[in-house]
């Protein structure tokens, strides 16, 4: 009768065992899922900081690249216009 009466016990100190064991495992998961979350966060921040130094770089190259063009462009124009110019005053 003894052995009867332990048996019940035993069985609850084994499921408390188990809950206790399954709480510690939910919480090391979650701990675990946070730090990788963290971890995704960071890098993701740094990526997006170096895809906006790469944009603005590129921006600046395009600029300069456009304000160049465009300098010689208008500088072919004004020439055009004073040699237009002269060749209708040495016709006339």
Same mark, same amino acid.
């Given at each position: 009768m003894n052995i009867?009466?332990? #048996?019940?016990?035993q069985k609850k100190t084994s499921f408390d !065992?188990? *809950?206790? !064991? +399954? +709480?510690e495992?939910? #919480?090391e998961m979650? *701990? +675990?899922s946070n730090q990788s979350q963290n971890?995704? !966060?960071s890098e993701f921040s740094t990526l997006r900081n170096?895809? !906006? *130094? %790469?944009e603005q770089n590129?921006? *600046?190259?395009l600029n300069e690249e456009k304000d160049d063009i465009l300098f010689r462009m208008e500088t072919n124009l004004r020439v055009r216009?004073? #040699?237009?110019?002269?060749?209708? #005053? %040495? &016709? &006339?």
């Open positions: 009867i009466l332990h #048996s019940p016990r !065992d188990f *809950e206790f !064991d +399954q +709480q495992n939910i #919480s979650t *701990e +675990q971890l995704i !966060d170096i895809l !906006d *130094e %790469k590129l921006v *600046e190259e216009r004073r #040699s237009r110019g002269t060749t209708r #005053s %040495k &016709n &006339n």
